[in-house]
């Protein structure tokens, strides 16, 4: 009798797990998480100070500004810089939102290019990401890290700096940049407006809200393999661990996209953005499968932006989603054409690496005659969905 | 002492079972018989005490050398009296381990030789490979080694037992492959002593004809049925506790509470959920989230010889309280009523199983567009007849036919502006075959099923299996 009892014990037991509200367990505090770690803090300040630039008016934050999702204010194609705020940028700002899980850049098993940051994705973190605009020629345009370091040690927070990184760290401005940037991907990663997770679409995810029906209609275009197929870089559902998505599965993609004459560079007709395998990421040159390839961006924010794709070839949402679906059914709509009056597609990537532009996915899979994989009115539900995707959403 | 009765009582019965007495046997050969029985009987006893003073001896001898190895000084005084060599305290420490583990290995014998009636383990197992040929497909033929299972059951005395099974999948496990390997039973135990069974850690949960009774030897066809693989997710075990017993007329009943399903798996992107909808989100406990439990029932009537009459409903909600999860209030249910009679060389069987997954609606709506939401319902039965043709020697012939119908998708819940998925029709199934059995324990196996719907399944099968 005894041994049923204790087993009966142990079933009541494990019963009363699965009902109530566990209301045993000590509630935990809700503190803010915005309790930054003093790397964090200094990394905010460092990322809002243009004195760090060589024209004294470009910091992080002009270019990835808080109140556009950390993406750029302005439609321009690709942002200027340097001493003058007048040498023109070749890639469109991308928003540094959600960058916290983008992992280092490697070969996935089935030789999917994955991950890293830049649209080429040869910085393997945060940290090393933010080196280059500090010493681009038409970014931040500091001649040296030296040269950066002696502007830091002019800072307001430099007292700050060398409190948590010893007092003789602006010695050396090897690793006092190092610092610099270390604290910079801390800031990215810790500050919860990085990474808010509160669209409606988050709601939405957690049953809090509904989805109107254009939304709605929208979110089944995106997902629908056969239509937007939009999931199938963009994925929309949460991960098998309870992971909110983000809209990015960190592949590289060849889109083919027409060459934007906005970008001044582009007066040269030997000048390419291969993404991947060069000019600006040079380690994968000998990899011509994957010139004309860039990093799947994030969708979160999207609908906030002015500017799409590596080269800002379109400014609106609706030119981009036309541009998906009908780049192979309609290309004059978007491609100029010849002196033989033949369409020139893909022509921002040099004739012998057009082959590589996405062809046999959809939407990309047609041809000329074919219907889009969206009409024009399955496009304007798409733009309402991919408006549930912008940060702050507050239920009415 | 008690258990040396036991013994004693054992060995009288056994004693008396291998000497029948016939009743034309004359009072003299009677009486012969019976000295010789308790003459036995008098070497037996004579055995057993010395067994028994051996067994002390030992434990005697066992401990004297561990009080003498707790204690380092005397026994290194006395190891450097013996052999008078700097090197003295390491010889001794050798000898007495040396001893110490003759000692200890004679103590085991002893006492596994006083209690072999009541604890053992025994090693089994069983396997399968099969190979499967889409008639209309040939290029799709594919030969598995679907399962090699190795099974320990270990009885620690008359009540307690441990049960597990270890299991790969498929030949070849690795994180470049697609086998698996994996605990499909680890349990204990004990009879209780009101009659009841208790249970307690990975088992198998029991639903319909197959889960529990999962061996290739024990079910017709090269692959286990649709019913009990597509709705019923076999080999379907959880993690928790059980309880089982038999009443009066028959009926067993088994009852228990453990880990579910954990909807947060659910994939509506890939094809998992419409080939098992169950069998994609289950956990097996592995890290099983475990805030919300399951409760399952069964009851199976063997009243009648060769008839089984059972059903059995498990059900438990399967959001667990997730973070930021639209379907917290979801609860999986699935019952089944199965039937078996086995007259003469007929083996007749149905079964008719049903889950449903409750409060899906929001869940299904961040889904929308994807090929696979979450079913409402997911239903199937099947009824089967096999027939011992023919038996020669250890082999046995049993031709069969099996008819199912069966949907992983009957119905879905409401998803607005006709942006849900459309359910599709049943499928039906029909398997003819034949099972050949070599001996008990293992068996050849060929059929052809044929598929009503998606006819471009139909499949040639050909398998061996095997159990001991």
Redesign the interface.
Known sequence: ????LS??A??AL??G??GGGGSSAPASPATPISNLSAAAQLGQKIFSDASLSASGRQSCASCHAPDHAFGPVNDLSAQPGGPNLDTPGFRAVPSLRYMEKTPAFFFA?DGTPTGGFDRDGRAQSLAEQAQRPFLAPHEMANASKQDVVDKLKKAAYIAEFRALYGAGITDDAEQAFSRMTFALQAFEQEAPEFHPYDSKY?Q????KV??S?AE??G???????Q??NC?ACH????G???A?PLFTDFSFDNLGLPRNTRIPATADPAYFDLGLCGPDRTDLADRKDLCGAFKVPTLRNVATRKVFFHNGAFNTLKDALGFYVRRDTNPEEWYPAGADGVIVKFNDLPPEYRANVNTAEVPYNRKPGMAPALSAAEIDDVIQFLGTLTDGYQKP | MKLNKKLIAVALGAAFLSAPLHAGASEKELKARMDKMAAELEELKAALKASMQKTAELEARQQQIVAAESNNASASTAAATAAATSAATATATSVATNVATTVATDVATARAETARSASGTILSGYGEINYNRPTKNASAAQTDIRRAVIAIEHRFDEKTKMVSEFEWEHGVVSA?DQGESEIEQLYIE?E???G?R?K?GLFLIPSGLLNTNHEPTAYYGVERNFVETAIIPSTWREV??G?SGDTAFGLTWDT??TTGFDL??W???STEGRDSPLGSIHQEGQLAK??????HGALNWRGVPGLLLGGSVFS??AGHN???????DARVTLYDLHARYTPGAWDLSALYARGQISNTE??N???????TPVPKSFAGWYTQAAYQLLKSGDYTLSPFVRYEQFNTAKSYAYV??G?GVETGPDEKVTTVGANLKVGEGVVLKADYQKFKEDKSRDRLNLGMGFAY
């Open positions: 009798m005894r041994h049923l087993v009966l142990a079933t494990l019963a797990c699965s098993a988050d939405f995810l957690a049953g509904q989805l029906d709605l209609r979110l089944a275009l995106f997902n629908n393999p239509k937007g999931a994925p929309s559902a949460r098998a661990d309870g909110s | 470049s004990r209780l002593n009101n009841l208790g307690v928790g506790v309880l228990g509470i947060g798996k994939d509506a992107t475990s805030r919300d439990l399951a409760f438990g909600k997730t973070e930021g999860f639209a379907a917290n929001a869940l709506a961040t889904f929308v567009g994807n090929p607005p502006q942006l």
